[in-house]
Structure formats: C-alpha cells, structure tokens
C-alpha cells in the first residue's frame, strides 16, 4: 500500500485553565487522542461544531502550535520534536488558507507583493515578481490589480490573493481552513471551483476543515467528525452523510436545513435522532472499522 502522505498518532494539544485569581483552574483539552491519515491527493474534510478543536487540530498538524502528546508524520518525517531550523524546511510544502480574506492579508501590501513575500522567504527566490504575478493570473487575479492593496478586492478576491499566496511555493499539503465561510454562497461556489480545479492540476492534497456539511459534501473524498476535541466519525463521504453510525454524527446531520418542502416535512415525520448527551468520562478514543473504511468511536 501507498504510504499516506501524513499521519497524525494519538496527537492530543492541552490548554492551562486559569481562573480570575490567575491560578490553575484545571486543563482544556482542544484536541484528545486523535489519530488519522491523509492519503496522497485526497480532500479530508472535518466537521464539527464550533469549540470542536478542527482548528486546533489543523494548527497542530502545520506545527503552528506545539502538540501536548502524539506524534505526526509528513512525508515520512516525524514533525514533533523537530529543531526550528529543521521544522523550517517543511514550511514549503505545507501551507494553509485561511477562514478570514481581509486580516490573513498584510493591509500595507500590495497583492503582488503578498505573494512574493513567501517566495523570497521560504523558495529563497530573489526575482519573485514575475512568478508571483504568474500565480495571481491563475487564480484571476490579473493586469493592473495585482499592485492594488487588500481593501481594494472583494471578499473573494481576496480569497483568491490568500490561495496564490499559499500555493505559489507549490505545497504538497494545504489546510483550508473555514475558506468559504465568510463569503457570499455564489462566490463560495467560484472558490470551490477554484481548489478543485487546483487540486487537479497541481496534485494537491488538501484537509479541508469546516462547520458548512453541505460543503464537505461537495468537495471531500473523506470525512472525519470532531466533537469536544475527539474524533467520533471517520468514512468516505458518501458513507458518512448516507449511514451515519455515531449518535453524534446523526444529529448533527439531522440539523442541516432541508429547502424542499416535502422534504422538509418527510424528514419531520420521521422524527429527528435524539440530542447526542456525550459521556460524562469519555473512553479510550479508539475508533472501530464498522464497514470497509468506516470508523466509529464507542457512543
């Protein structure tokens, strides 16, 4: 079998607790014992409530925070306790897009100049500009604009100046992180559009983390659910969304809006699955195969 281009053990990310007094008032697990893979060219979608630990989760991955416990593996190099200079390498390759088009941008740069800056400082490349324009004009960003400042774009335009930025150093891995949920739902289509068509062409593996189901559904090959910072679901997407197997997983798609009337009213008939009351102590986090490349965790 093809080795997965990253694989995350027991990875677990604590948070000290404080009270008002500034003492110790106990310990916030954002991420608990979670362990998956992301294969080669796949989109890995995760979902999950608010305060679910997706981005935690994602942050960790990147090491833009620094895991509690676990291991994660990217490429075939273990990212935990790498040295700084040694973590730095692996810069390159992995990026991410962030939820929010207006402050991940440097309000002082032009868009040219926001995707030149990690050409120079992660390809060490010192004529970026033909090459960065290059990339702007693939995702249709073009002529005169590239020179304009953020507040000059629309929302997803902006967007659009964070993707170049992201893969103008042409990553292997990218998280996208929340990247359609600020925007309007036509231009939410375009940008989907945009990552797939991306996706194809550059051989890009994505984990794409998300609150918006009918999204995931759209774009993931697989789909893994996060609640309170462990991971309760994992299957192929269309396995997920069709056979749900943990209670959670069932209410959460329980509540996702039906537009069709008759739907909307079938569904009602039928009765919506109970609210999920998760455990008061939580077992161990282990997820059991249920069907070929279904993974559930003990209700």
Known sequence: MTRPLLQAEHVSKHFPVKNQFGRAA??????DDVTFT?????????VGESGSGKTTLGRCLLQMEAVTSGRIVYAGTELTGLAPAARRATRRTMQVIFQDPYSSLNPQRTALQQVMEPL???????DPAARAAATLARVGITGDSVHKLPRAFSGGERQRIGIARAIAVNPQFVVCDEPVSALDASIQAQILDLL???????GLTYLFISHDLSVVRHLATRTAV???GRLLELAPTA?????PRHPYTQALLAAIPVPDPRAARAARARGRPPAYAPPAEPGPATLAEVAPGHFVAAA
Do not use: I, S, Y
Not at 120 to 126: I, Y
Not at 239 to 243: G, R, S
């Open 226 to 228: 996060m609640h309170r």
């Open 120 to 126: 120079q400082v992660l390809a060490g490349d010192l």
């Open 38 to 46: 992301v294969d080669r060219g796949e989109t890995l979608g995760l």
């Open 239 to 243: 396995a997920l969304f069709d056979d």
């Open 196 to 202: 797939a068509e991306l996706q194809r062409d550059l």
């Open 26 to 31: 106990g310990v916030l697990r954002a991420v």
